[in-house]
Structure formats: C-alpha cells, structure tokens
C-alpha cells in the first residue's frame, strides 16, 4: 500500500446474523461525544488490515474476519490529515464489553438504524457501502511464494530452490497477516519456495499445509494458457467450498488467473513477490479483490 502522509488509522463494519437480518456494531467514544464505527492509529510498522482487527477487538470487544475493503475516508484531525481504512468483518467472537474512557457505550444495530445513529457523513457512507454488498461466503488470501534468490544461480532443480534471507523475512511478516484471516486451509504450489512462504503461518495457526499442483508454473511442455486456467479453477473451487483459505502461487499464472476470476483483462494483477490479494467471493462469484 502507498505510503500516508498524516494520520493512518484503520477499523471495520462488524457485523453478525440476527433474526430478523444482519446487525452491524457503532461505538460512542465520550471524549468526543459522538456514535463512530469503531477504528484507531495503527502502530509502527503495522498492516492497516492487522491494525483494523486488532482495535476493533480493543474498543468493542469484537473478534472480525475482513472480508471486503470498504471506502477509506479522510478528514482532517489534531491539524492533520487522516486516512481511515475499513474493511467489512465477519465476527467471530464477542465478548462482555467494558465500557472505559475511551469508548463508554457500544450497541449492535440494523443497518439504516447504524446510518440514522452515527455522528459523521462518511461513517454512513462506510456503512451503506456494506449494505449493498451481497453476503460473502469465502475469502481467499492468495499470495506469490517469498523472495528465493535467482534462478541462474541455483545449482538444483527450480521446484526446489529455497527462500533466501529476504524471503524468510517477508515469509515471516506474511505469517500475521494472513493469520487475521483465520483460514481453515494452507493450499500451496508445488515449489519448496512456495511451501516455506506459508511455513510461518502454518506453524502460527497450526494448520498443515496442502500442495496442490494446478497452482504450479507451467512445466516445459506444457501450454501457459491451460495452467492458468486450472489455477483459475482451483482458486474457484477452493472459494466454492465457502470459508476461508490461504493459498501460495507463483508469478507467471497469478495475473493470468485473476484476470479470468474478474474477467477484467485491463486491470494490473502484478503481484510481487512475498505479495498478495484478498479475495472476497459470493457464491462462485468473485466480488472484490484487494491488494495485501
């Protein structure tokens, strides 16, 4: 993500099953005197979509799986810039909120009774952004294997040239954010490369880590085309099965792959190494994609 002059915060529309149709939470932070959705400051370093989840825990007592990336806001704040990010959050969890000095008061509403209620214009445009998004039933994290040095220089065979230094370092801070995910499967390419990028998320969620070939490069003699669209369809199948998986490509089928989920050729899925996408989908219908 480009880097944010100013204030860089990040939170989520949380949102959990009623009765009677989804309920969303909003927080009223006395300091302020306001009704907000809740969000805060990411800390040095961190992911914005890390950060979302984790002050979303921190003042609602909410635990959100992202699924979609809502509109960011900007306003100005302390004499500043501010940019909030937000992403829709399945929750997961809820405990006994504690009301505090920061956030006194927190309620779980229908959606136009969270538009009516919030203090600020862009909260309601978050929140009706969300409304108008058919219900998710999967998310993928799909991310190319880490840095692995080059190729000329690996005396073995490519399927298994390790990650070098700077590979196990974005390995390692791939591990955390694909762990906000929850996922419930590690579906990796063939490669060693691609199996040690997902090795510190495996053994942070103590998951096993699936391989899966129609996620590999294609071989010598073997068409381009036709790899790309066994990785298409797998990536379809894994989402059709609902939930949410994390999966390790390589860089020569993953724009192809996007581009024929999204069916928008002109769009850039470049993805550089040790860097991903969420993808959010509906049934078998891809709706959003959202760099990691």
Not at 86 to 103: C, K, L
Not at 191 to 204: G, H, K, N, S, W
Request: charged share 20%; with cysteine.
């Amino acid at each position: 993500m480009a880097p944010v002059t100013g204030i860089q915060a990040a939170g989520g529309v949380c949102w959990r099953p009623s009765a009677d149709g989804v309920r969303v939470c909003v927080v009223h932070r006395p300091r302020h005197g306001d009704w907000t959705l809740p969000k805060g400051k990411l800390e040095p370093g961190e992911h914005p979509m890390v950060a979302a989840v984790r002050e979303v825990a921190e003042e609602a007592d909410v635990r959100g799986v992202p699924q979609v990336r809502l509109p960011s806001v900007r306003y100005r704040s302390e004499g500043q810039d501010k940019l909030v990010d937000y992403w829709s959050m399945r929750t997961v969890a809820n405990g006994g909120f504690q009301p505090d000095t920061e956030v006194d008061d927190m309620r779980w509403l229908a959606v136009d009774d969270a538009i009516r209620l919030v203090s600020y214009p862009h909260d309601a445009e978050v929140l009706a952004a969300f409304a108008a998004l058919p219900p998710v039933t999967a998310t993928v994290a799909l991310v190319r294997h880490a840095h692995a040095g080059k190729r000329a220089t690996w005396t073995g065979p490519d399927t298994g040239r390790p990650l070098d230094a700077q590979g196990w370092a974005q390995a390692y801070a791939l591990a955390p954010l694909i762990a906000v995910f929850r996922p419930a499967r590690l579906v990796s390419a063939s490669p060693r490369r691609c199996v040690q990028t997902l090795d510190p998320a495996a053994a942070l969620l103590d998951l096993p880590i699936e391989i899966c070939g129609d996620l590999d490069e294609p071989q010598p003699g073997q068409q381009h085309d036709e790899q790309v669209l066994a990785t298409a369809a797998r990536l379809l199948e894994l989402a059709c099965a609902g939930g949410q998986v994390a999966v390790c490509s390589q860089g020569k089928v993953l724009p192809g792959a996007l581009e024929r989920l999204t069916g928008h050729a002109d769009d850039d899925f470049t993805t550089p190494k040790g860097c991903g996408w969420l993808l959010a989908f509906s049934g078998d219908r891809l709706l959003a994609t959202d760099r990691l």
